[in-house]
């Protein structure tokens, strides 16, 4: 991941100061996994915040270049992913692409959506958060399949699951994030969005998520 202790504390303060995630260790969210959560995350918030979206945009572009260097295509992840994809598309001045949850049911049938030329290209991934990565590696292979050689992925957030980490390299996927769990439960601590004593709580949730609560 995106080894940037900085960005990643900025990043877990502006998701807090917007409600982007919401700490709820009292009351749990409900996953639509079925999973309880003392957190939820919805980084499409950053979006109407044009500081932090051009901020998370600058970051999300300097990783990829860091980490993935040349590469000749940006793809969005249905939905969430898909305008932070096109802001970075837009900042390194590179084609964009989206790829659907499911591939459309009239018309070309089409999974993949954008310019059906560029097949072959060097190309990153954008999604919004990773929980177990499925989502994520789903579009990864679509694109794969239609030709695409991926670089690997770039997200705003990760909840570091073990899982994911393992899906990732099962796909041989690698993967960066601006921020983590890690960073976000000591800024919340820090700055009293959170109890001190909900931290063991928090992190006990991301040690085993399917059989907490």
Not at 40 to 53: A, E, G, K, Q
Not at 144 to 173: H, P, S
Not at 189 to 209: G, N, S, T
Request: aromatic content about 10%; hydrophobic content about 40%; some cysteine.
């Amino acid at each position: 991941m995106f080894n940037n202790s900085e960005t990643a504390q900025q990043v877990a303060e502006f998701l807090l100061q917007i409600k982007a995630i919401k700490l709820q260790p009292a009351n749990p969210f409900t996953w639509a996994s079925g999973w309880k959560s003392p957190i939820y995350c919805d980084n499409r918030v950053t979006l109407s915040h044009p500081t932090i979206r051009t901020y998370i945009r600058q970051q999300l572009t300097l990783a990829i270049q860091e980490k993935f260097g040349v590469v000749g295509c940006i793809a969005g992840v249905a939905t969430a992913g898909i305008p932070q994809g096109a802001l970075v598309a837009q900042e390194l001045g590179l084609p964009f692409i989206y790829v659907r949850a499911k591939a459309k049911e009239h018309g070309t049938g089409s999974l993949i959506e954008g310019d059906t030329t560029l097949t072959g290209q060097r190309v990153v991934v954008i999604e919004d958060l990773i929980s177990t990565g499925k989502s994520s590696l789903q579009a990864v292979q679509a694109l794969r399949d239609a030709g695409y050689e991926v670089a690997g992925l770039a997200a705003i957030f990760t909840y570091g699951f073990d899982v994911a980490d393992e899906n990732f390299k099962k796909a041989n996927c690698p993967y960066i994030t601006l921020s983590d769990y890690n960073a976000l439960i000591s800024y919340a601590e820090e700055f009293q969005y959170i109890l001190r004593a909900d931290v063991d709580m928090l992190k006990q949730w991301r040690e085993d998520p399917a059989n907490w609560g």
